[in-house]
């Protein structure tokens, strides 16, 4: 059984997904990939799976972007050598691209939260190896603002789905926002870093929680890197020995297994 560090995940179940619950009882459940009729809510169309990337090695050892080639253990890309992440390793279940931009997009505004199980199974495969009994699990938190206006953080559920699947530690509030930023999603590389920058603390009820601890940081969707690594700046900042960071999907520049 997994353990939790006090103070509650920090979602909530708003009307609409009840009422998404009561009607997925009414209408044929969906593929959340390819819209045709399945079985039970939360499954995939054989072709669905077919349209998804699971990543798998060769990948980064740091970032885990897939490698065309195999090109040695422990071997890191141009990215991570030129410019090294904050965080220590990031793994990725799936490629991001307009397969998994449907799930993702499903689950972050439309309620589909009933999917959070199936991609923490497929994260808890991914990141096997940086999740232990003692590691903290922590969601990329949302601005108390934005988590008014989107009712759920999507990235909350995930990281519950993980800890549990993994019997780690679910931590919902190690994190918290100190100020509302711009969506990153029309932002340069640069102003993805400066939109975020200083974004996160450690509340101080949670200082004694990450001082030595090993960190798994949950996400929907890694791009550059920029939030996740903000974000382990400041669990370092508090004393975290490793922080990890462990996502859905990634974005491959050049498409599947392009470097
Ligand atoms: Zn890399």
Redesign the pocket.
């Known amino acids: 059984m997994n353990a939790q560090i006090p103070h509650g995940v920090g979602v909530a179940l708003g009307p609409r997904q009840a009422l998404r619950r009561a009607l997925d009882l009414l209408m044929p459940p969906q593929c959340p990939v390819t819209g045709e009729r399945v079985v039970a809510p939360a499954l995939l169309s054989p072709a669905g799976w077919a349209a998804l990337h699971f990543i798998e090695t060769p990948y980064?050892r740091?970032?885990g972007?897939p490698f065309a080639a195999d090109y040695g253990e422990g071997v890191?890309?141009p990215?991570?050598i030129a410019e090294p992440p904050v965080f220590d390793r990031a793994c990725a279940a799936v490629v991001y691209d307009d397969a998994s931009h449907k799930l993702v997009v499903g689950f972050k505004h439309a309620d589909r939260t009933e999917l959070a199980a199936m991609f923490g199974g497929w994260m808890a495969w991914a990141g096997g190896q940086m999740l232990s009994p003692h590691t903290l699990v922590a969601p990329i938190p949302l601005h108390r603002f934005r988590l008014l206006a989107r009712r759920y953080n999507q990235s909350a559920f995930l990281s519950e789905a993980v800890a549990r699947i993994a019997g780690a530690v679910h931590a919902p509030r190690l994190l918290r926002r100190t100020r509302a930023t711009p969506p990153q999603k029309d932002l340069s590389p640069a102003g993805r870093r400066r939109n975020v920058a200083g974004a996160f603390a450690v509340p101080a009820e949670h200082r004694a929680h990450v001082d030595g601890a090993h960190v798994v940081l949950v996400d929907d969707v890694l791009t550059t890197g920029a939030t996740l690594n903000a974000a382990a700046r400041a669990l370092k900042a508090a004393g975290a020995k490793r922080v990890d960071a462990l996502v859905l999907a990634r974005v491959v520049k050049g498409g599947v297994g392009a470097i």
């Open positions: 980064c740091r970032c972007v890191e890309c990215s991570c």
